[in-house]
């Protein structure tokens, strides 16, 4: 949201009126918030981190994310539980008859995931050409790509955005065979292609 | 009213049928006191500690439903240590012991263990309706017990519970002879249900309303389900995946079509989102839609369903609905009056799911009627909250959860002050209140003169002093429940007016400044209200320093004194 956003709001119609009734408070009006007093965040999630984390958090740095502090979001851990396996995602190969479930929050990077991949579906082999990730079936020298529907439902080639990137937005993957990976390319190009 | 005979009485009493009321009518004078008390059938304990069991049953014995409420709000979020307490145990069974008649139970936040069911399943022969919200301590035989004894078992509904599975086969254990079930609920349930055992029962219950399943539960059988049971209310699919072109996907179509009663719909645990068109044509008639645990349900795909839903009266979706689908809801959804936006990115993503103050006001200018919102925000300001509290001053309850517990007005970085206090100002029946966001003192301030009707208030990470706890303290009337973390506030706060305590059901305050000193003068002028303090971890000294800060304490007033089944970390004062 950028700050000029604000003045787009006549001051009148909101501020004006509430300003004055609310103003019928304690005398002193209102007070501006005194960081020294107040116990924040931030130094409560110090507490909370430990040792291991002293080092990357300080006052100054923006608040460290959602999960490290205790019962933060207030989401019931029934809830957390639940939307934890949707980490898991289906992979398939284009021409073999099953599907296999990878979770993906278990690698770390896409070399780690391929490798686990080649590992599932025995008869693969990873061939790195040049800068491209490529998939090999020995038997028969078939090239499979593969490829990713995202969380707005578009194909993309695996390996283009970052890999915590590739995590979130993953629900599906597939291997798909070279010759039909025409025209999969970064996010930009491949808006208005579908794979059919 | 002093010459009517106690049928008379009686008969009257019987219209009213709000614990508030009855318990008012019981103060008039002996008389009511002791004809409501022999005619209540009803009975609410918010919280198990301020009474027991003994008492219940010698002051009402002809109840026949009990609610139970256990642990303190803030134990759904870690805060509160496993073995705390909140067992009903010691219900059941005194309960059994005095021949009490029991016909249903529901309980939220307790640990009910095996043997509870057990005993509970044996010792009342009319026992008709077991609900069981956020519970603990049992697992699937326990259910195998109450399906096995319970003849004429009429609701069997589990909500959000930690069910410990034995592979057992529960839902076999429902006999032959079953018939009378109304509401089957077993959504949380995280093992394999014997299919064919399900398909049978919901074919001879004819009576059945209502039918949640777990994620364990094919397209498949749903079909069959449906098939038998096209007089459903209330659905809860189980998986929802199949391939769109197969048989069986065609045969659910047609079995959804006959479902015209359904009006509240569930479930959708995994899914997937080709088959979603099939429930399209019960969509125009539902005012109940719950798709928080359906993550793989895109924003597309989502507002593709909603769009067929213009009855909705309540909605519970995830964050990946986003502001733009929220708008779609607030186009559609005229009838709209409760709406819960849970987060869908808990594990440290890249936080691009979520929705923000725009959602928000989106919704407040399309649905009048809200009256219920849950919300979990990516970030808020002051000019969406007071646009909200303009165009919606029906609110009952208002929730708001900005994921960064601190974050400033997006927009100026002011505090959310002006906002919330906008909210209390127009929100003239505003029962129940979460703040978050960067607040100072100013928030209560506004809390205290504005929110004369509020009965529950959520604190966290909040204010700058003491004032800001007294503001609420001293301005909120009916306060019943006070609930802080993470703030500045202490014992000046704590022992202002320690009288009206005893007017609320309980005070938590976790990591704020208050001292064992405090909390000990506290408990010695207020005999009535048990102090606990919750310690965890290493501090385990025979009696703490006075000045020691307090990391955890429960207060409550009750009837019964200092409760015997604490474990050792929790110290009653």
Known sequence: MSPEKGNDLPESEYSGCLKTELTLGLPGGLETPKSGSKRGFSETVDLRLGSSCEDEVSVSTPPPSKAQVVGWPPVRSYRKNMMKNCKYVKVAVDGAPYLRKVDLEIYTSYQELLAALEEMFTCLTICNVVNERKIMDTS?????????????????????????????????????????????????????LSIS | MNYFPEEVLEHVFDFLT????????SLVCKSWYSVERFSREKVFIGNCYAVNPERLIARFPRVRSLTLKGKPHFADFNLVPHDWGGYVYPWIEAMAKSGINLEELRLKRMVV???SLELLAKSFPNFKSLVLVSCEGF?????????????????????????????????????????????????????????AALERLVARCRNLRSLRLNHAVPLDALQKILVQAPQLNDLGTGSFLHDPDSEAYCKLKNAIKKCKSI????????????????????????????????????????????????KLERLWILDTIGDKG?????????????????????YDGVGNAAVTEEGLVAISAGCPKLNSL???????????????AKNCPNFIRFRLCTLDPTIPDAVTNQPLDEGFGAIVQSCKGLKRLSVSGLLTDQVFLYIGMYAEQLEMLSIAFAGDSDKGMLYVLN??????????????????????????????????????????????????????????????GEQIEASPDDRHRVEKMYLYRTLVGPRRDAPEFVWTL
Request: net charge neutral; glycine share 6%; with cysteine.
């Open chain 1, 140 to 192: 028969n020298g078939t090239e499979y790509v593969p490829t990713y529907e995202d969380r707005d439902g578009d194909w993309m080639l695996v390996g283009d955005v970052p890999w915590k990137m590739f995590v979130e937005s993953c629900k599906r993957m597939r291997l798909m065979k070279s010759s039909e990976a025409v025209g999969l390319g970064p996010k930009a190009s491949s808006k208005g």
């Open chain 2, 18 to 25: 709000s614990h508030r009321d009855r318990n008012a009518v």
């Open chain 2, 113 to 115: 263990s095996d043997e």
């Open chain 2, 139 to 195: 697992t699937t035989d326990g259910l195998a017990a109450i399906a096995s004894n319970c003849r004429f078992l009429r609701e069997l509904d589990l909500q959000e519970n930690e069910v410990d599975d034995r592979k057992g086969q529960w839902l076999s254990c429902f006999p032959d002879t079953c018939t009378s079930l109304v509401s089957l609920n077993f959504a949380c349930l995280k093992g394999e249900v014997n299919v």
């Open chain 2, 263 to 310: 009006r509240s719909l569930s479930g959708f645990l995994d899914v997937n989102t080709r088959c979603l068109p099939a429930v399209y044509p019960i969509c125009t008639n539902l005012t109940s839609l719950n798709l928080s645990y359906a993550p793989g349900i895109y924003s597309s795909e989502l507002i593709k369903l909603i769009c067929h839903c213009k």
């Open chain 2, 326 to 346: 929220l708008g779609v809801v607030a186009s559609t959804c005229k009838e709209l009056q409760e709406l819960r936006v849970f987060p869908s990115d808990l």
């Open chain 2, 374 to 388: 849950l919300y979990f925000c990516q970030q808020m300001t002051n000019a969406a909250l007071i646009t909200v």
């Open chain 2, 475 to 536: 301005g909120c009337k009916k306060l019943k429940k006070l609930e802080i973390r993470d703030s500045p506030f202490g014992n000046v706060a704590l022992l202002a007016d320690v009288g009206k305590y005893e007017t609320m059901r309980s005070l938590w305050m976790s990591s704020c400044e208050v001292t064992y000193g405090a909390c000990k003068t506290l408990a010695e002028k207020m005999p009535r209200l048990n102090v606990e303090i919750i310690n965890e």
